[in-house]
């Protein structure tokens, strides 16, 4: 055998043999070895009752929840089963659709990879809490205006990256809103009219702070 060099070569075995022979073994382990990890999280709750991870505290939309979940459970998933805000939508599991998008700490983020852990401490925002008091956030009152959902999936993630978009920057251009929304994909491709519900909620916000009115926003 030459430096460097590993072969799997055994006395009258292939490699195929050996892989098929050992593959129901392999499988085995990793299987107990996932056990182990989710036992790990398991613990026995005052009454008998199961824990199904670790207590943790989460910030949402203001209010703090306390939730027995596994810390690297997807903050998606934590968000719509632990606390039952199911605006946020699962599109790709991925990062790369957009529809999971919720704020963490006013940035946009996409929850179905950020990991529950990642969250503690900080403010998470979503779909239902940017609705501060009552009436309407600017963007969902232009979103109305303007028609803009069609089947309406994608639209929590639209909505809450163009909340974070005006935040950040309160006269986008045209190009600043391509930039910021490319990422979040439309099926139905509402594309044009989320530019004009930007731009109405843009000059809804400007007209409101020149007014000296109080807006979501
Ligand atoms: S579900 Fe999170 S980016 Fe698609
Ligand atoms: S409105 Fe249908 S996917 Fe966007």
Not at 34 to 47: D, E, H, K, T, Y
Not at 67 to 73: N, S
Not at 78 to 91: D, H, M, N, P
Not at 151 to 161: D, E, F, L, V
Request: charge should be positive; charged fraction near 15%; hydrophobic fraction near 40%.
């Amino acid at each position: 055998m030459r430096a460097g060099h590993f072969s799997l070569k055994l006395p009258g075995l292939s490699a195929s043999t050996i892989i098929m022979t050992r593959l129901p073994r392999i499988l085995v382990w990793s299987n107990v070895l996932s056990i182990n990890r989710a036992a790990q999280f398991r613990r026995v709750l005052p009454g008998g009752k199961q824990r199904i991870g670790k207590m943790i505290n989460l910030k949402i939309n203001g209010e703090t929840h306390e939730l027995d979940v596994d810390p690297t459970t997807p903050l998606l998933w934590v968000i719509r089963e632990q606390a039952g805000l199911t605006g946020t939508k699962f599109g790709c599991g991925i990062a790369q659709c957009g529809a999971c998008t919720v704020h963490l700490d006013g940035s946009p983020v996409r929850s179905c990879v950020v990991p529950a852990q990642a969250a503690v401490g900080k403010d998470i925002m979503t779909i239902e809490g940017i609705k501060p008091g009552h009436g309407l956030h600017a963007v969902q009152q232009a979103w109305i205006d303007e028609q803009v959902p069609q089947c309406g999936y994608c639209q929590s993630g639209q909505i809450m990256s163009a909340v974070a978009l005006l935040a950040a920057n309160p006269s986008p251009s045209d190009q600043d809103i391509d930039a910021a929304m490319s990422g979040i994909v439309c099926r139905c491709g509402t594309y044009p009219r989320i530019r004009r519900g930007i731009k109405r909620a843009a000059a809804a916000m400007s007209n409101a702070s020149n007014n000296g009115e109080k807006v979501n926003g």
